[in-house]
């Protein structure tokens, strides 16, 4: 044994995940190049009701913390993090299968001291198509894969800085983890690895792509058993909510505007409304102003059925509620987040990869997308940008 090496704890956040387990029990039962630095592996259930926990009880080796309900990724991960008993943790995902030195080679760098955090090569569960090859984003808080649904090639072999690290594919100082808050809980899932990312880098800390270090991923197998419209309300929030903590004061003020135009724009598009019926004044059929005339247009009006929009619209609408609804208490977290930088934004912004990279192809969104682009000047920020 050596004993100058560092202990690894494998946390593992579940949820209904009981298909995948006896795949992934092998791929830990075969890790090798480890020797006693394994300290153990921990299976966080979040309430789950298909009987993993029981599968993972009788799993030797595999320690089960089990949360009631379903309190998401992020706090599953935080408790697996707090309980373990090593120096590094290994975030993995359920719906993953990886080679017998996958976990060897993905802490390596950390154990060089190289690094704080690693992030993994992630291919599809048929190995045909890259499933992320490290981590950017586009200046609203879309998180990007490098290299989704690519063809493997020599191109996503090269070892480099990543943004972040890949939530269900990673590994991480645990000191360092628990000193910056870890996930934040309130995103409950999704982006929190992105947010997770640009909190580390933005304290003097380096997450690194480690291509050696590969699995093959069953790509949404959680998400698609909820409704689409809470899993939006989730991935239209927590960009918002990165962006506003993260970005320095010059850099919010000319960031989150357009931020928030893109995402009612989205919001309108999904609506399924005709503003065309009944909203336009130039429309409308006037009535007498005077008299009965308008007593009966008044309970007209009263009487009139409302609009309905589409599930997914109102989801953005609670998304954007989420944080302007709750205004005071975002901003004690973005002080606390920005108290504690060490590095400038733009010492950031290269590793971003595409920060213009347009999400939708409606061509009134990119007009919008590129004409907010132009007016708070955002290009002068990113001068390495792709075009």
């Known amino acids: 044994m050596n004993d100058s090496r560092p202990r690894v704890a494998i946390v593992v956040p579940n949820l209904n995940g009981l298909r995948h387990l006896d795949t992934l029990f092998d791929c830990m039962r075969a890790q090798t190049g480890l020797a006693d630095t394994l300290a153990e592996c921990v299976l966080v259930d979040n309430g789950s009701r298909d009987g993993s926990a029981q599968r993972a009880r009788r799993e030797p080796g595999v320690r089960l913390l089990r949360n009631e309900t379903n309190l998401g990724f992020s706090a599953a991960c935080n408790r697996g993090a707090r309980e373990a008993e090593a120096a590094i943790v290994c975030f993995l995902n359920t719906d993953i299968r990886f080679d017998p030195d996958f976990v060897s080679r993905l802490i390596e760098p950390i154990v060089r001291e190289q690094v704080v955090a690693t992030t993994a090569r992630m291919l599809s569960w048929d190995g045909e198509a890259i499933d992320f090859a490290g981590g950017g984003m586009n200046f609203h808080g879309i998180g990007i894969a490098k290299g989704y649904r690519d063809t493997p090639s020599s191109d996503h072999e090269r070892e480099a800085p990543s943004l972040f690290p890949c939530g269900g594919a990673m590994a991480i100082d645990r000191r360092v983890f628990l000193d910056v808050g870890g996930f934040d809980e309130a995103f409950f899932a999704y982006y929190e690895d992105v947010d997770l990312g640009w909190r580390?880098?933005?304290?003097?800390?380096?997450?690194?792509?480690?291509?050696?270090?590969?699995?093959?991923?069953?790509?949404?197998?959680?998400?698609?058993?909820?409704?689409?419209?809470?899993?939006?309300?989730?991935?239209?929030?927590?960009p918002l909510l990165s962006c506003f903590k993260n970005y320095d004061d010059e850099n919010l003020r000319r960031i989150f505007p357009a931020a928030l135009a893109l995402a009612v724009r989205r919001m309108q598009l999904v609506a399924g409304v005709d503003a065309e019926r009944g909203f336009r004044i130039e429309h409308a059929v006037p009535s007498p102003s005077r008299g009965w005339a308008k007593l009966v247009n008044t309970i007209r009006g009263l009487a009139r059925p409302g609009v309905s929009i589409r599930n997914e619209a109102a989801a953005d609408l609670f998304a954007l509620g989420d944080l302007l609804g709750d205004w005071d208490a975002w901003m004690a977290r973005r002080k606390a987040v920005q108290s504690q930088r060490r590095r400038s934004d733009a010492e950031i912004f290269a590793l971003f990869d595409d920060p213009f990279w347009c999400i939708e192809d409606d061509p009134s969104y990119r007009e919008l997308h590129d004409g907010l682009i132009e007016l708070f000047e955002l290009r002068k920020l990113f001068p390495e940008s792709k075009p």
């Open 200 to 238: 580390l880098w933005l304290q003097g800390h380096e997450v690194r792509y480690v291509p050696d270090a590969v699995c093959r991923h069953h790509h949404a197998s959680t998400t698609s058993t909820f409704p689409v419209e809470a899993v939006r309300l989730l991935q239209i929030r927590n």
